[in-house]
């Protein structure tokens, strides 16, 4: 599965915050502009007590990669369509 989402922006962003519901983030990649770009998924709270499937991240990526103008990104998760 890929999410796409432009960003048109004047002044470019610090960071990028996507909150993200899924267990299967290890084989998740991120593009931004074209290029691939590091990320860090961070637990910030769950769904139901004890169900990793249903753990909330904040997947954070960006910093400095943003420009002024249109952003293009693009979130991969190439192993979410093997586990539905």
Do not use: C, Q
């Not at 499937?53 to 190439?78: I, M, P, Q, W």
């Amino acid at each position: 599965m890929v999410i796409k989402k432009d960003f048109d922006t004047k002044v470019p962003y610090d960071y990028s915050i996507a909150n993200v519901v899924t267990p299967y983030y290890n084989d998740t990649k991120l593009e931004l502009n074209s290029g691939v770009v590091d990320f860090t998924f961070n637990p910030i709270d769950t769904l139901k007590t004890g169900d990793i499937s249903s753990t909330r991240y904040a997947l954070s990526f960006g910093e400095g990669k943003f420009v002024a103008g249109k952003n293009d990104t693009k979130l991969h998760f190439d192993n979410l369509i093997r586990h539905l």
